[in-house]
């Protein structure tokens, strides 16, 4: 994450309901020979669960699963699931093979069950009604300016959600929640409460996808940032090469020795795609200083560049898209000092004549 979540971020009372019916239901089928109505709870996510009959045919198949697997596979996977409720432990040691000891059987009826649970048993009226708020309410929720704001907390580029005007709240657009361990590798987590983040389009569906933020595609381990209380904000640098040059170079680069740090930030750089997004974004410093700062002469290229370094509130940081890298692309012009700045103020001045020059040729033959 680029931004931690917000202390006071609200969770999804539906997702929490979920999340307990699924773990009451594995605790249950350890002593138990029969698919029956007491594996669930007698709560109302239970009667909606077993009255709901997709539901209720996902459940029987992960039960009869394990039946054929055996008394053990079932007390383990019941275990695995209790003993990492806690994702702020389990982010600093991850498992990264949570259900090696399940047959492939038991492993597809487990993603069977979680992924419905998910996608449609979340949605169903007595679910809903049970949580108290639908999920468009939690999205509101989250999305106040007091809690997180509009902007994705993972790049800092792009709103989470355009906000229309005349529109009722519950009728707003909202964001797509990422699970930040992808359900088709950790199903436990798929509704787990801290697992669900709203992402902006490009960091979902685009970067992330269903990637697995503890093992790189090769396989080798890593780490990465836990959302609610770690951030990558203050450990990033934006670089300039050869200001002089007709394409100065802009780099993202970690201002950190520490092997944890860089580990979790090179987890989050791959799976966000942020550096090529950034520097794809920064590859023409001549069109940023144009279209940002539109400055009229040296002095107020200067001026306006020692405008824009100054740091942004929080407010402003979850309210304006790209507010994060644009300050630190001017922090870091401005420390390169005056006399580069009027050297670049004179290249950018000869390239506006040669287009002009250009453009007049072909308008007038």
Same mark, same amino acid.
């Given at each position: 994450?680029?931004?931690?979540?917000?202390?006071?971020?609200?969770?999804?009372?539906?997702?929490?309901?979920?999340?307990?019916?699924?773990?009451?239901?594995?605790?249950?089928?350890?002593?138990?020979?029969?698919?029956?109505?007491?594996?669930?709870?007698?709560?109302?996510?239970?009667?909606?669960?077993?009255?709901?009959?997709?539901?209720?045919?996902?459940?029987?198949?992960?039960?009869?699963?394990?039946?054929?697997? !055996? *008394?053990?596979?079932?007390?383990?996977?019941?275990?695995?699931?209790?003993?990492?409720?806690?994702?702020?432990?389990?982010?600093?040691?991850?498992?990264?093979?949570?259900?090696?000891?399940?047959?492939?059987?038991?492993?597809?009826?487990?993603?069977?069950?979680?992924?419905?649970?998910?996608?449609?048993?979340?949605?169903?009226?007595?679910?809903?009604?049970?949580? !108290?708020?639908?999920?468009?309410?939690?999205?509101?929720?989250?999305?106040?300016?007091?809690?997180?704001?509009?902007?994705?907390?993972?790049?800092?580029?792009?709103?989470?959600?355009?906000?229309?005007?005349?529109?009722?709240?519950?009728?707003?657009?909202?964001?797509?929640?990422?699970?930040?361990?992808?359900?088709?590798?950790?199903?436990?987590?798929?509704?787990?409460?801290?697992?669900?983040?709203?992402?902006?389009?490009?960091?979902?569906?685009?970067?992330?996808?269903?990637?697995?933020?503890?093992?790189?595609?090769?396989?080798?381990?890593?780490?990465?940032?836990?959302?609610?209380?770690?951030?990558?904000?203050?450990?990033?640098?934006?670089?300039?090469? *050869?200001?002089?040059?007709?394409?100065?170079?802009?780099?993202?680069?970690?201002?950190?020795?520490?092997?944890?740090?860089?580990?979790?930030?090179?987890?989050?750089?791959?799976?966000?795609?942020?550096?090529?997004?950034?520097?794809?974004?920064?590859?023409?410093?001549?069109?940023?200083?144009? !279209?940002?700062?539109?400055?009229?002469?040296?002095?107020?290229?200067?001026?306006?560049?020692?405008?824009?370094?100054?740091?942004?509130?929080?407010?402003?940081?979850?309210?304006?898209?790209?507010?994060?890298?644009?300050?630190?692309?001017?922090?870091?012009?401005?420390?390169?000092?005056?006399?580069?700045?009027?050297?670049?103020?004179?290249?950018?001045?000869?390239?506006?004549?040669?287009?002009?020059?250009?453009?007049?040729?072909?308008?007038? !033959?």
């Amino acid at each position: 994450m680029l931004f931690c979540l917000a202390p006071n971020t609200p969770k999804f009372e539906v997702f929490r309901l979920l999340n307990d019916e699924l773990l009451h239901f594995l605790g249950q089928s350890v002593n138990t020979n029969t698919f029956c109505r007491a594996l669930l709870t007698q709560d109302d996510i239970g009667k909606a669960c077993w009255g709901n009959e997709p539901t209720r045919e996902k459940f029987k198949l992960l039960f009869n699963a394990l039946q054929v697997a !055996g *008394n053990d596979t079932k007390l383990q996977l019941f275990a695995v699931m209790r003993d990492n409720q806690n994702l702020e432990v389990f982010f600093s040691a991850p498992e990264r093979n949570l259900f090696g000891f399940m047959s492939e059987g038991c492993q597809k009826a487990l993603k069977l069950l979680c992924t419905h649970l998910y996608e449609s048993t979340k949605g169903l009226g007595p679910v809903k009604a049970a949580g !108290g708020t639908d999920i468009k309410a939690h999205f509101n929720a989250y999305q106040a300016q007091a809690v997180n704001g509009n902007i994705c907390k993972a790049c800092g580029m792009k709103e989470l959600a355009p906000i229309r005007a005349g529109i009722l709240e519950g009728d707003q657009w909202r964001a797509d929640y990422d699970h930040q361990l992808c359900k088709s590798k950790y199903p436990i987590f798929a509704v787990h409460p801290d697992n669900l983040i709203p992402l902006c389009d490009v960091c979902n569906q685009d970067a992330k996808k269903a990637k697995d933020l503890f093992k790189h595609k090769n396989g080798t381990e890593r780490l990465a940032f836990y959302p609610y209380t770690e951030e990558a904000k203050g450990l990033i640098d934006i670089v300039i090469d *050869n200001l002089r040059d007709p394409e100065p170079t802009i780099k993202v680069n970690w201002n950190t020795q520490d092997p944890v740090l860089l580990d979790k930030l090179n987890t989050w750089d791959e799976v966000y795609e942020v550096r090529s997004r950034v520097e794809g974004q920064f590859r023409s410093l001549e069109a940023i200083i144009e !279209g940002e700062l539109r400055p009229r002469d040296s002095a107020h290229l200067v001026s306006r560049i020692s405008d824009e370094a100054l740091p942004h509130t929080i407010n402003t940081l979850k309210r304006k898209e790209w507010a994060f890298w644009y300050q630190k692309l001017f922090s870091q012009l401005q420390q390169i000092g005056t006399p580069d700045a009027e050297a670049f103020w004179e290249k950018l001045k000869f390239t506006q004549k040669q287009a002009k020059k250009g453009a007049d040729f072909i308008l007038n !033959g």
